[in-house]
């Protein structure tokens, strides 16, 4: 008999502001990318998303249980398993329900944690002018990859929201999501808020210093 399912407390704090401070540094380091007059700001707002990412893959260790890559990050063929099943029953709701990301996911935050370092480091280069053009370019070509990884993750929370019947941002917001009792985080972890926000500052001080 399967177990009932109930909103229950899943993401950790860290895991939720931190999510939502990486959002915000890289469309602000997107606004300011194009002027000359915010080149700073673009450059603290890179190294702020990259301090919060370099926390999170920490956390991915240390944190509560649904954070940890050991709980989310699957062998490839669950993935394209999970895909192919999300392609013909995303509408319908027939789709495998889980508790942290879904193995897709999984890979998703892998790589969106991937370029939020790679893109602040090639930018790095060319905010100090180092090697010249090249690198310049290859910050532009690493951003825009990440842009189109960011549109990939969006259309995934929206496919996702709509086939298991929850609203993954919201999630995101409250820390709530369907699982069973025995599945719920049992502490909010709060204590992890002073190293994220340490490695924001850290990241964007490094960024400008």
Same mark, same amino acid.
């Given at each position: 008999?399967?177990?009932?399912?109930?909103?229950?407390?899943?993401?950790?704090?860290?895991?939720?502001?931190?999510?939502?401070?990486?959002?915000?540094?890289?469309?602000?380091?997107?606004?300011?990318?194009?002027?000359?007059?915010?080149?700073?700001?673009?450059?603290?707002?890179?190294?702020? =998303?990259?301090?919060?990412?370099?926390?999170?893959?920490?956390?991915?260790?240390?944190?509560?249980?649904?954070?940890?890559?050991?709980?989310?990050?699957?062998?490839?063929?669950?993935?394209?398993?999970?895909?192919?099943?999300?392609?013909?029953?995303?509408?319908?709701?027939?789709?495998?329900?889980?508790?942290?990301?879904?193995?897709?996911?999984?890979?998703?935050?892998?790589?969106?944690?991937?370029?939020?370092?790679?893109?602040?480091?090639?930018?790095?280069?060319?905010?100090?002018?180092?090697?010249?053009?090249?690198?310049?370019?290859?910050?532009?070509?690493?951003?825009?990859?990440?842009?189109?990884?960011?549109?990939?993750?969006?259309?995934?929370?929206?496919?996702?929201?709509?086939?298991?019947?929850?609203?993954?941002?919201?999630?995101?917001?409250?820390?709530?999501?369907?699982?069973?009792?025995?599945?719920?985080?049992?502490?909010?972890?709060?204590?992890?808020?002073?190293?994220?926000?340490?490695?924001?500052?850290?990241? =964007?001080?490094?960024?400008?210093?």
């Amino acid at each position: 008999m399967a177990r009932e399912r109930l909103t229950v407390p899943i993401w950790d704090l860290p895991v939720r502001v931190g999510h939502w401070l990486l959002a915000g540094s890289v469309a602000l380091a997107w606004i300011t990318g194009e002027s000359e007059t915010f080149r700073l700001w673009h450059a603290a707002f890179g190294g702020a =998303a990259m301090g919060i990412a370099l926390f999170r893959i920490v956390w991915g260790f240390i944190g509560s249980p649904p954070a940890r890559f050991s709980t989310f990050v699957r062998p490839p063929s669950e993935a394209i398993a999970y895909l192919k099943t999300l392609s013909t029953g995303w509408t319908t709701g027939n789709v495998p329900h889980y508790t942290s990301h879904n193995p897709a996911g999984g890979y998703a935050v892998l790589a969106l944690l991937a370029f939020a370092i790679v893109t602040p480091l090639t930018g790095w280069f060319t905010f100090n002018e180092i090697d010249g053009d090249f690198l310049e370019e290859l910050h532009e070509a690493v951003a825009n990859l990440f842009l189109a990884v960011i549109a990939i993750h969006l259309a995934g929370v929206a496919v996702g929201s709509i086939a298991h019947r929850e609203s993954l941002p919201k999630a995101m917001i409250t820390g709530k999501k369907l699982a069973t009792p025995d599945e719920a985080i049992t502490a909010a972890y709060g204590w992890g808020l002073f190293p994220l926000l340490l490695a924001a500052g850290l990241g =964007a001080w490094w960024a400008i210093r």
